[in-house]
Antibody, heavy 121, light 106 residues
């Protein structure tokens, strides 16, 4: 069965960095684009970044562009998100998500359980 | 950038009621729209894609319609297990934009 397990969250001071990881299993990881989606406490979903199946294409939300970097290691079935220059407004649960083709577009069909990042001094 | 809005932000309904949520895009997005359900403390679940197509395994009481800028998501007969927040999501070449969500309570 498909499993996505995030790790790396925690409490960090403003301006510092953190790296999140997502270990994937139960499917051929290298065949799928992958996303990070976050959710601030009590708030809605915010798409953060996506990486193509081969890692060649990466796109970011304007709110994190230039600060966050998405990457993947297909040999390790692992997705990463490097978070630099963290701000209080980056506090959220970060979900790893599998991107899948549905109809003539994309959707997320599997999500991890999420890892909480808290930015606070 | 495309902006997505939803209304209402929350609603209260009774078991068996027909529930309708609307989602509006700031520009024409054709039918590039998905709907998700998120129950408290859980990750979201894909319900519908391309505005009106039901994801495999999703009950038929859920339906969607619309194209262009205006979309509708309907629960034909609300069940207790449908208590959740519902999000529309626009997709465009791997980029996603979520609506702000609609919380459904009984």
């Amino acid at each position: 069965q498909v499993q996505l397990v995030e790790s790396g969250g925690g409490v960090v001071q403003p301006g510092r960095s953190l790296r999140l990881s997502c270990a994937a299993s139960g499917f051929t990881f290298s065949n799928y684009a992958m996303d990070w989606v976050r959710q601030a406490p009590g708030k809605g979903l915010e798409w953060v970044a996506v990486i193509s199946y081969d890692g060649r294409s990466k796109y970011y939300a304007d709110s994190v562009k230039g600060r966050f970097t998405i990457s993947r290691d297909n040999s390790k079935n692992t997705l990463y998100l490097q978070l630099n220059g963290l701000r209080a407004e980056d506090t959220a649960v970060y979900y790893c998500a599998r991107d899948v083709v549905r109809g003539h577009g994309d959707a997320v069909d599997y999500w991890g359980q999420g890892t909480l990042v808290t930015v606070s001094s | 950038d495309i902006q997505m809005t939803q209304s209402p932000s929350s609603l209260s309904a009774s078991v068996g009621d027909r529930v309708t949520i609307t989602c509006q895009a700031s520009h024409d997005i054709s039918n590039n729209l998905n709907w998700y359900q998120q129950k408290p403390g859980k990750a979201p679940k894909l319900l519908m894609y391309d505005a009106s197509n039901l994801e495999t395994g999703v009950p038929s009481r859920f339906s969607g319609s619309g194209s262009g800028t205006d979309f509708t998501f309907t629960i034909g007969s609300l069940q207790p297990e449908d208590i959740a927040t519902y999000y529309c999501q626009h997709y465009d070449n791997l980029l996603f934009t979520f609506g702000p969500g609609t919380k459904v309570v009984i």
